[in-house]
């Protein structure tokens, strides 16, 4: 996605004000009524209505009128939300070329005032699994409004902490920098990620450091979900950088095992196909972090996995609590058992709306007067946290 962030300068405060009102209103609404916009950017003389024809323009926000006039947040809309408050906050000072397109992520090189290039992952949870998303409109509760911002910004979060608390025990990661929505700003690692390697001096030291970081994760009660070749980062040293950790889950996941043979498996396939390693030979003398090995010399998950956890405390301090994770992992089964998981959604979905049918009505109800109290709280929220991010003196 092009991220044109010469047009971030020219807007104005007002342009920022509104923007963020579009943000507020989508707490409670997948498309937020112009009026409210209005009403929570509170700008004189109906200057919202000018304000949004430009954000418009630049494609910050997608009009909808098809059941009212309304708006809603665009990807680049909440980039620059969260571009601004870390600009704002000293965090960055310019946002450079595209270095990486994930599954759901764009990452960039970003700079800071002393010149320093740090890297800037946005998060885009929904872009490529927007299915599974749809499916999980229960675990997205009342929010289902807010799906792709609530689980990029979860994903931001999880990443953040999970990258802080790591590099706190000694891990190869980037360092984490900052977060706001679904931004993290890390340090850019130099090198390149094993898959664009094409030779390595050293593979089987590279393997085995790999191998063991998957160990030593387990042992302090961790999986990575998505330790492959695209996930590793590998300098000119072949020093190793482990990135990438929105997916990652507790050993005490009910599939802990099956994630950890499978992160495993990969860095197997990997080296036995690019660089011919041959694993039967050596199967006696590994030292993967001293792990116990399986009849096929590959680590143990259930020798490993009785020590567990840093997890849960850490975490929770950094401000990832374990509700924010159980979300997150529902989200990533969903995402994983696709098909036949949808299905069951679907019936499950079904069963439900029948039976609670009236009494959905009469919370729709109060949450509708609800919302009228939360959003004068919010359009007073808007004001103080617009003076705090800046956006007005
Ligand atoms: P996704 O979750 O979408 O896969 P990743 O975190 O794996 O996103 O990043 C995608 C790509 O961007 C990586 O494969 C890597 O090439 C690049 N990248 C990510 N983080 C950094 C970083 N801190 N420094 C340098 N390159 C990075
Ligand atoms: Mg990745």
């Known amino acids: 996605m092009k991220l044109d962030v010469e047009v971030l ?18 707490r409670n609404h997948e498309i937020v009524p112009a009026e409210l916009i209005s009403r929570i950017a509170s700008l004189k003389h109906g ?3 000018k304000v949004l024809k430009n954000l418009l323009k630049h494609k910050l926000v997608h009009h909808d009128s098809s059941k009212y006039d309304g708006f809603r947040l665009t990807y680049l809309g909440y980039d620059f939300l969260a571009i601004r408050t870390l600009v704002n906050r ?43 998303v749809k499916s999980k409109r229960d675990y997205l509760r009342h929010r289902n409004s807010f799906s792709w911002l609530y689980l990029s910004r979860l994903a931001a979060l999880k990443e953040f902490a999970f990258m802080k608390a790591l590099e706190d025990h000694g891990f190869p990661v980037p360092k984490a920098v900052d977060c706001n929505r679904h931004c993290v700003i890390m340090s850019l690692v130099q090198g390149y990620s094993l898959v664009q390697v094409r030779q390595l001096q050293n593979p089987e030291v590279v393997f085995e450091t790999v191998l063991g970081l998957i160990v030593r994760l387990a042992e302090h009660g961790l999986i990575h979900c998505d330790f492959n070749e695209f996930n590793i980062m590998i300098d000119d040293d072949e020093k190793v950088t482990m990135i990438d950790f929105p997916q990652m889950v507790s050993v005490s996941h009910r599939n802990a095992q099956m ?6 498996g990969c860095i197997y396939k990997f080296f036995a196909k690019r660089y011919n390693l041959s694993f039967q030979d050596d199967a006696d003398d590994n030292n993967y972090a001293q792990a116990e090995t399986d009849e096929a010399g590959r680590p143990s998950f259930s020798s490993i996995s009785k020590s567990s956890g840093f997890l849960d405390k850490e975490l929770a301090a950094s401000g990832f609590t374990r509700k924010d994770q159980d979300d997150m992992e529902k989200f990533i089964e969903g995402d994983a058992d696709s098909e036949e998981d949808e299905g069951e959604e679907h019936v499950s979905e079904t069963n439900e709306t029948n039976i609670t049918n009236l009494d959905s009505l009469q919370i729709e109800d109060q949450e509708e007067q609800m919302n009228e109290e939360e959003e004068k709280v ?8 617009a ?3 800046g956006l007005v003196a």
Do not use: C, P, W
Not at 102 to 127: N, P, Q, W, Y
Not at 378 to 385: D, I, Y
């Open 387 to 389: 003076q705090s991010d």
């Open 90 to 132: 000293g965090v960055i000072t310019s946002v450079g070329r595209q270095i990486g397109v994930g599954k759901e992520s764009d990452i960039f090189e970003v700079a800071t005032e002393d010149g320093t290039v740090l890297a800037m992952k946005l998060h885009r949870l929904g872009r490529t699994s927007f299915r599974a």
């Open 259 to 264: 994630f950890f043979d499978r992160d495993v």
């Open 9 to 26: 300068r020219y807007l104005s405060k007002d342009d920022f004000r509104v923007l963020t009102a579009v943000e507020m209103g989508m």
């Open 378 to 385: 919010v359009a007073n929220q808007l004001s103080e946290k």
């Open 47 to 49: 200057g919202t209505y």
